[in-house]
C-alpha cells in the first residue's frame, strides 16, 4: 500500500490512545460493563430520530417519508435491541446463572441446537410466531454448546487486544454493532473507520459511545481504502473486522499487486493476524409449491419483494435470486402480485455508489427485463443461463432473478433447489425458504432436509433471513467452511449476544399465514403484516414505538405499540 500521501500521525496516535485503554476495559467487572450498557440505550433513543433522518436523507427521501421505516429499523432499533439482547445474558451471568439455560440446549437428528429466541417475555409478545435456533455442527455435544458459552466471562477472558472494525456504508447499525461485539463478546477495545459512504453517522455513534470513547476504549474514525488498510497492518492492531465485499478482504489480505494472485495462491497473506469478515454473496428465495390461498399469493409476494427492495436492495442479505417450481400453478400468480406491489409502491431511486453501472450490466444482458415503478426495480422472470451476472455476481441493486427449477412435487423441487443453491449461487450468508404449513406437514423429513443440507450462516423459513441480523441473540456470519484463501461470504459470527462457539448456523421460523388467518391454520403472529414489511403502512410509527420500548419495556408502552401493529 502507498502511504507516501497518506497523513498517519492521527490514525497512530489513535492506534496509541486506545491500546494504552485495552488493560482498563480488561479489567472492567462485569457489574460495570452492565451499566454502561444501560446507559448506553438512552443515548440511543435519545438520538434516533436524529440518526434516522441523516439515513433518510442521504438516501433520498424525507424522515417521515413511509420509506424512513427501515432507517429506524437498521439504525437505531436494531442497536437498542442488540445492546438489550446482551444485557438479558449479562445480568444472567451476573445472577449467577449459565448464559444459556439448560432447558434450551438439546440434541435432536444427532445435532446439537440451542433455542436462542424468543429470550425474554417481551420477545414473545412483541414477536408472536418467530423463533431461532443455532446449531451446532455434528460432533458437538450438549454440554458443550453450554460449557463453552460466554467464555469471555467464565474462564477464558480474551488478553487485552485493539481490534479494528471497518465499517459498512449500507445499514447505519453495522459498524455499531460490530463494536457492541468486539467489545462484550470479545472482551476488545475498538477502532471503527468509518465507510466513506455513510461517515455522516459519526457523531451520533460518539454521542450514543460517548462513555466508552470517553475512556479510550472505542474511536471512530474516516477515511477510505487507504486509511482502512494502514490500519489494518498497524502492528498494535491485533484483529481486524470487515463487512463488505471479498474485493475488500482479498485488497488487505494479499494485496492488489500484480503478485497479489500468486501470494493467494501460497498462502503468503500481506496481513497475518485475526480477521473475520461477512462479506455477502447472491441469497436465494426458494418457494415450495403447495395450497397457496389467493391472501397467500399477495402476502408472500409483498414478503418476497421486501427482501429485495428494503434499502433499495443495498444489502448483503438482499434475495437476488427467487427460485420458483417451472411445474407448479402458482408460479405465475405468485409472480403477478409481485408485479403488482413492484408497481405500487412510492417511489426511491437506488443511492449507493456504483448501483446504476451494475443495474445497467443486467439490463445489457436481459434487454427484455422488466422495469417497474419508478424504473430502477427490474425483475428478470425466467433466467436459464448458470453464467447470469445475476447469478454469478452479488448485484447490490433492486435487481430481482427468477430461476425456475423441475420437481413434480415438493420433495423433488426441494432436492433440485438446494443443489442449485449450494453448488451454483456463490456465497452462504443467508437464504429464505417460504413453504406452507400443510405442505411441510405433508412432506415433513423433505423440509427437514432441505434445512438441515442448505450451507447458510442464517435460513429462514417463512422469515426473510435478515431478520437474524437484528435479533441480537442470533449470530450473524457465513456459513463455516470459508478460508482466507477462498473467502466467500466471509469467516466468523458476530452479534451472538449469548456468545456461543462452534456455531454451524441459525434456523429462523416465522408464521407463512399472518393475523388473522392464522388462526384458522394455527400459524400464530400478532400482527397482520410485519413492520418491516415495504407495504406496511403504519411502519414508520410502529418502529419509533418498538425502539423507545426495547431500551426502557413497560407496560404502559403496549397499548400504543400495539394499536400501531396492529393497524399495519
Same mark, same amino acid.
Given at each position: 500500500?502507498?502511504?507516501?500521501?497518506?497523513?498517519?500521525?492521527?490514525?497512530?496516535?489513535?492506534?496509541?490512545?486506545?491500546?494504552?485503554?485495552?488493560?482498563?476495559?480488561?479489567?472492567?467487572?462485569?457489574?460495570?460493563?452492565?451499566?454502561?450498557?444501560?446507559?448506553?440505550?438512552?443515548?440511543?433513543?435519545?438520538?434516533?430520530?436524529?440518526?434516522?433522518?441523516?439515513?433518510?436523507?442521504?438516501?433520498?427521501?424525507?424522515?417521515?417519508?413511509?420509506?424512513?421505516?427501515?432507517?429506524?429499523?437498521?439504525?437505531?432499533?436494531?442497536?437498542?435491541?442488540?445492546?438489550?439482547?446482551?444485557?438479558?445474558?449479562?445480568?444472567?451471568?451476573? !445472577?449467577?446463572?449459565?448464559?444459556?439455560?439448560?432447558?434450551?440446549?438439546?440434541?435432536?437428528?444427532?445435532?446439537?441446537?440451542?433455542?436462542?429466541?424468543?429470550?425474554?417475555?417481551?420477545?414473545?409478545?412483541?414477536?408472536?410466531?418467530?423463533?431461532?435456533?443455532?446449531?451446532?455442527?455434528?460432533?458437538?455435544?450438549?454440554?458443550?454448546?453450554?460449557?463453552?458459552?460466554?467464555?469471555?466471562?467464565?474462564?477464558?477472558?480474551?488478553?487485552?487486544?485493539?481490534?479494528?472494525?471497518?465499517?459498512?456504508?449500507?445499514?447505519?447499525?453495522?459498524?455499531?454493532?460490530?463494536?457492541?461485539?468486539?467489545?462484550?463478546? @470479545?472482551?476488545?477495545?475498538?477502532?471503527?473507520?468509518?465507510?466513506?459512504?455513510?461517515?455522516?453517522?459519526?457523531?451520533?455513534?460518539?454521542?450514543?459511545?460517548?462513555? =466508552?470513547?470517553?475512556?479510550?476504549?472505542?474511536?471512530?474514525?474516516?477515511?477510505?481504502?487507504?486509511?482502512?488498510?494502514?490500519?489494518?497492518?498497524?502492528?498494535?492492531?491485533?484483529?481486524?473486522?470487515?463487512?463488505?465485499?471479498?474485493?475488500?478482504?482479498?485488497?488487505?489480505?494479499?494485496?492488489?499487486?500484480?503478485?497479489?494472485?500468486?501470494?493467494?495462491?501460497?498462502?503468503?497473506?500481506?496481513?497475518?493476524?485475526? =480477521?473475520?469478515?461477512?462479506?455477502?454473496?447472491?441469497?436465494?428465495?426458494?418457494?415450495?409449491?403447495?395450497?397457496?390461498?389467493?391472501?397467500?399469493?399477495?402476502?408472500?409476494?409483498?414478503?418476497?419483494?421486501?427482501?429485495?427492495?428494503?434499502?433499495?436492495?443495498?444489502?448483503?442479505?438482499?434475495?437476488?435470486?427467487?427460485?420458483?417450481?417451472?411445474?407448479?400453478?402458482?408460479? @405465475?400468480?405468485?409472480?403477478?402480485?409481485?408485479?403488482?406491489?413492484?408497481?405500487?409502491?412510492?417511489?426511491?431511486?437506488?443511492?449507493?455508489?456504483?448501483? !446504476?453501472?451494475?443495474?445497467?450490466?443486467?439490463?445489457? !444482458?436481459?434487454?427484455?427485463?422488466?422495469?417497474?415503478?419508478?424504473?430502477?426495480?427490474?425483475?428478470?422472470?425466467?433466467?436459464?443461463?448458470?453464467?447470469?451476472?445475476?447469478?454469478?455476481?452479488?448485484? =447490490?441493486?433492486?435487481?430481482?432473478?427468477?430461476?425456475?427449477?423441475?420437481?413434480?412435487?415438493?420433495?423433488?423441487?426441494?432436492?433440485?433447489?438446494?443443489?442449485?443453491?449450494?453448488?451454483?449461487?456463490?456465497?452462504?450468508?443467508?437464504?429464505?425458504?417460504?413453504?406452507?404449513?400443510?405442505? @411441510?406437514?405433508?412432506?415433513?423429513?423433505?423440509?427437514?432436509?432441505?434445512?438441515?443440507?442448505?450451507?447458510?450462516?442464517?435460513?429462514?423459513?417463512?422469515?426473510?433471513?435478515?431478520?437474524?441480523?437484528?435479533?441480537?441473540?442470533?449470530?450473524?456470519?457465513?456459513?463455516?467452511?470459508?478460508?482466507?484463501?477462498?473467502?466467500?461470504?466471509?469467516?466468523?459470527?458476530?452479534?451472538?449476544? =449469548?456468545?456461543?462457539?462452534?456455531?454451524?448456523?441459525?434456523?429462523?421460523?416465522?408464521?407463512?399465514?399472518?393475523?388473522?388467518?392464522?388462526?384458522?391454520?394455527?400459524?400464530?403472529?400478532?400482527?397482520?403484516?410485519?413492520?418491516?414489511?415495504?407495504?406496511?403502512?403504519?411502519?414508520?410509527?410502529?418502529?419509533?414505538?418498538?425502539?423507545?420500548?426495547?431500551?426502557?419495556?413497560?407496560?404502559?408502552?403496549?397499548?400504543?405499540?400495539?394499536?400501531?401493529?396492529?393497524?399495519?
Amino acid at each position: 500500500m502507498n502511504t507516501s500521501t497518506l497523513d498517519t500521525s492521527l490514525l497512530d496516535r489513535t492506534v496509541t490512545d486506545v491500546r494504552g485503554s485495552a488493560e482498563s476495559w480488561s479489567a472492567t467487572p462485569l457489574t460495570e460493563r452492565i451499566a454502561l450498557l444501560e446507559r448506553l440505550l438512552p443515548r440511543v433513543v435519545s438520538r434516533a430520530p436524529e440518526l434516522a433522518a441523516a439515513g433518510a436523507r442521504a438516501k433520498g427521501y424525507a424522515p417521515d417519508a413511509p420509506w424512513a421505516a427501515e432507517d429506524w429499523i437498521g439504525g437505531p432499533w436494531a442497536l437498542a435491541q442488540n445492546a438489550a439482547a446482551y444485557l438479558h445474558v449479562l445480568r444472567r451471568i451476573a !445472577a449467577g446463572k449459565d448464559p444459556v439455560d439448560a432447558k434450551a440446549v438439546h440434541e435432536q437428528d444427532g445435532r446439537t441446537r440451542v433455542d436462542v429466541f424468543p429470550a425474554t417475555g417481551w420477545d414473545t409478545l412483541l414477536f408472536n410466531g418467530f423463533t431461532a435456533q443455532v446449531w451446532m455442527p455434528p460432533g458437538t455435544t450438549a454440554e458443550q454448546a453450554r460449557s463453552r458459552a460466554a467464555g469471555e466471562y467464565r474462564d477464558r477472558p480474551g488478553r487485552p487486544a485493539v481490534a479494528l472494525v471497518l465499517g459498512a456504508g449500507n445499514v447505519a447499525a453495522i459498524t455499531a454493532l460490530d463494536v457492541l461485539h468486539k467489545l462484550y463478546a @470479545e472482551g476488545q477495545v475498538v477502532i471503527a473507520k468509518m465507510n466513506p459512504v455513510n461517515d455522516y453517522l459519526r457523531p451520533h455513534f460518539e454521542y450514543a459511545f460517548a462513555e =466508552f470513547v470517553e475512556r479510550g476504549w472505542v474511536r471512530f474514525v474516516d477515511g477510505g481504502a487507504a486509511e482502512g488498510g494502514y490500519l489494518a497492518a498497524h502492528g498494535d492492531v491485533d484483529a481486524v473486522h470487515v463487512t463488505g465485499s471479498d474485493r475488500t478482504h482479498d485488497a488487505i489480505v494479499w494485496g492488489t499487486d500484480a503478485e497479489a494472485e500468486q501470494r493467494r495462491h501460497d498462502d503468503r497473506p500481506l496481513l497475518d493476524k485475526p =480477521f473475520s469478515s461477512e462479506l455477502g454473496g447472491v441469497s436465494p428465495c426458494i418457494v415450495v409449491p403447495g395450497p397457496w390461498s389467493d391472501a397467500d399469493f399477495r402476502f408472500q409476494a409483498e414478503h418476497i419483494v421486501t427482501s429485495k427492495m428494503n434499502n433499495s436492495g443495498h444489502n448483503c442479505i438482499a434475495s437476488q435470486i427467487l427460485v420458483l417450481p417451472r411445474d407448479w400453478d402458482g408460479t @405465475e400468480r405468485l409472480l403477478a402480485e409481485i408485479r403488482r406491489v413492484l408497481r405500487e409502491l412510492p417511489p426511491r431511486t437506488d443511492y449507493y455508489p456504483g448501483a !446504476a453501472g451494475r443495474l445497467a450490466s443486467v439490463l445489457a !444482458a436481459h434487454p427484455q427485463a422488466e422495469t417497474h415503478g419508478d424504473g430502477c426495480r427490474v425483475l428478470v422472470p425466467d433466467i436459464t443461463d448458470h453464467d447470469d451476472v445475476l447469478i454469478t455476481e452479488e448485484v =447490490f441493486g433492486s435487481a430481482l432473478g427468477v430461476v425456475r427449477l423441475p420437481g413434480q412435487d415438493p420433495a423433488a423441487f426441494l432436492r433440485h433447489a438446494v443443489d442449485f443453491a449450494n453448488d451454483t449461487l456463490p456465497g452462504t450468508l443467508g437464504a429464505t425458504l417460504i413453504v406452507h404449513p400443510r405442505t @411441510e406437514k405433508a412432506h415433513g423429513e423433505a423440509v427437514r432436509s432441505a434445512i438441515a443440507d442448505l450451507r447458510y450462516g442464517t435460513l429462514g423459513v417463512n422469515c426473510w433471513s435478515a431478520v437474524g441480523f437484528l435479533l441480537g441473540f442470533t449470530p450473524w456470519g457465513a456459513h463455516p467452511g470459508h478460508t482466507r484463501q477462498e473467502i466467500g461470504s466471509g469467516i466468523g459470527f458476530v452479534h451472538n449476544a =449469548f456468545m456461543l462457539e462452534d456455531i454451524e448456523k441459525t434456523v429462523l421460523r416465522a408464521p407463512f399465514t399472518p393475523a388473522p388467518r392464522g388462526l384458522v391454520t394455527g400459524d400464530m403472529s400478532l400482527s397482520p403484516r410485519p413492520p418491516y414489511f415495504v407495504t406496511n403502512r403504519t411502519a414508520l410509527t410502529t418502529v419509533e414505538r418498538v425502539t423507545r420500548f426495547t431500551a426502557a419495556p413497560g407496560v404502559m408502552k403496549l397499548p400504543a405499540l400495539l394499536v400501531s401493529a396492529l393497524r399495519g
